[in-house]
Nanobody, 118 residues
Framework: QVQLVESGGGEVQAGGSLRLSCGVSGPIFKTSAMGWWRQSPGKERELVATIASGGQVVRYGDAVKVRFTLSRDNAKNMVHLQMDSLRPEDTGTYYC???????????WGKGTLVTVSS
């Protein structure tokens, strides 16, 4: 069973930074794409960033380009999302996602709350 556990959420003032982490159980991590999505009350879940299994290709949602940086550590089965220049509109629950290379199965963490105050 694949398990994803997020950490690093919290409250920060606008302009500040937070670093989210996601740990994944099992060897499937190394061959899977990883990503972060977020959801705010009353809004649909939206893409924050994704990273390919080897880490060479990273894609960002338009709302976070330049401000956020996604990386992965395949030796530790971890992904990290560095969030800088945070804005109140970045507030929401952030979910870690794993997509397998075969069958494109998706697994999700339970989410971590990020609150950015103005």
């Amino acid at each position: 069973q694949v398990q994803l556990v997020e950490s690093g959420g919290g409250e920060v003032q606008a302009g500040g930074s937070l670093r989210l982490s996601c740990g994944v159980s099992g060897p499937i991590f190394k061959t899977s794409a990883m990503g972060w999505w977020r959801q705010s009350p009353g809004k649909e879940r939206e893409l924050v960033a994704t990273i390919a299994s080897g880490g060479q290709v990273v894609r960002y949602g338009d709302a976070v380009k330049v401000r956020f940086t996604l990386s992965r550590d395949n030796a530790k089965n971890m992904v990290h999302l560095q969030m800088d220049s945070l804005r109140p509109e970045d507030t929401g629950t952030y979910y870690c996602n794993l997509e397998t290379s075969l069958l494109f199965l998706n697994y999700w963490g339970k989410g971590t709350l990020v609150t950015v105050s103005s």
